[in-house]
């Protein structure tokens, strides 16, 4: 199928006017940020604490649920430091959408029609694979990863034996939890590039099976990278990738299969 100029939207504006156009999707992307951002410093407070029920639920798996959860701060600004990387963190996640948004406006011009269509999906996807991987994140993996840290305490019952007790920082918490959920909301991402190269015909489903044994082995690299140094985070993260890895094969090959039946289609 041969593409014409009509394909295209009739556009020759200048370079003053795409920069008047850039200027003006970047006010509502930065505008739409700081409302979320002052909307979640708001709220911070309440926000941390939905994301310290993971400790909790881990309290519970440890068997120690009887005990109260307790957070501390070392230093006088750390707390107000950290309900400022909340606000940061869910002001860039409420305003994504609009970000998106304006992103598409801009460059949606100058797609072919069939590209705009082929883009949309991707615009929805990445989102919702960032969602589906800091649930993940929040109702498994973090419980799991401090059940393995809570699981070194010493009650100091023991002739000898000190009393060794959790006491995490806030910064530190939410650090690691930011950290966790930023690593598989990336690691989640995976299908999406992986059908944008096959639709760029940088790749296809054959190279991406025939790379499976080196994209085991980055796998793993990489959970060493994103997660903290314990075995349990590297797994945890390394599995779902090596899993995605494969969903993302089988989206290629869907992809070519469609491809392939329109050639033929036009063809006849």
């Known amino acids: 199928m041969t593409r014409t100029d009509s394909d295209i939207d009739a556009s020759s504006a200048p370079l003053i006017d795409h920069l008047i156009e850039l200027r003006t999707?970047?006010?509502?992307?930065?505008?739409?940020?700081?409302?979320?951002?002052?909307?979640?410093?708001?709220?911070a407070k309440q926000i941390f604490n939905f994301l310290v029920v993971p400790y909790q639920t881990a309290t519970i798996?440890?068997?120690?649920?009887?005990?109260?959860?307790?957070?501390?701060?070392?230093?006088?600004?750390?707390?107000?430091?950290?309900?400022?990387?909340?606000?940061?963190?869910g002001g860039f996640f409420i305003a994504f959408p609009l970000i998106a948004a304006q992103i598409y406006k801009f460059v949606a011009p100058g797609l072919y029609k069939e590209e705009r269509g082929a883009f949309l999906p991707f615009l929805v996807a990445t989102p919702l694979l960032f969602l589906l991987g800091a649930a993940l994140v929040y109702y498994f993996f973090t419980p799991m990863v401090m059940w393995f840290?809570?699981?070194?305490?010493?009650?100091?019952?023991?002739?000898?034996?000190?009393?060794?007790?959790?006491?995490?920082?806030?910064?530190?918490?939410?650090?690691?939890?930011?950290?966790?959920?930023?690593?598989?909301?990336?690691?989640?991402?995976?299908?999406?590039?992986a059908?944008?190269?096959?639709?760029?015909?940088?790749?296809?489903?054959?190279?991406?099976?025939?790379?499976r044994k080196y994209a085991i082995v980055l796998a793993f690299i990489a959970a060493a990278i994103l997660t903290p140094p314990d075995p349990m985070s590297?797994?945890?993260?390394?599995?779902?990738?090596?899993?995605?890895?494969?969903?993302?094969?089988?989206?290629?090959?869907?992809?070519?299969?469609?491809?392939?039946?329109?050639?033929?289609?036009?063809?006849?």
């Open 25 to 43: 999707r970047l006010i509502w992307s930065i505008a739409g940020f700081l409302v979320a951002f002052i909307f979640c410093f708001f709220f």
């Open 61 to 89: 798996w440890a068997g120690i649920d009887d005990r109260q959860v307790e957070l501390i701060y070392t230093a006088p600004q750390e707390f107000f430091f950290t309900q400022v990387k909340i606000a940061a963190f």
């Open 149 to 193: 840290f809570l699981s070194m305490e010493q009650s100091g019952t023991k002739e000898g034996q000190a009393a060794i007790q959790l006491l995490p920082r806030v910064s530190e918490y939410l650090s690691l939890i930011m950290t966790l959920i930023f690593a598989f909301g990336l690691v989640f991402q995976l299908p999406v590039v």
């Open 195 to 211: 059908t944008l190269l096959v639709r760029a015909g940088i790749t296809s489903a054959e190279g991406l099976a025939s790379k």
């Open 234 to 268: 590297q797994i945890g993260l390394a599995l779902p990738t090596i899993l995605l890895y494969e969903v993302s094969i089988f989206a290629a090959r869907m992809i070519e299969k469609k491809r392939a039946e329109k050639l033929g289609a036009n063809e006849t």
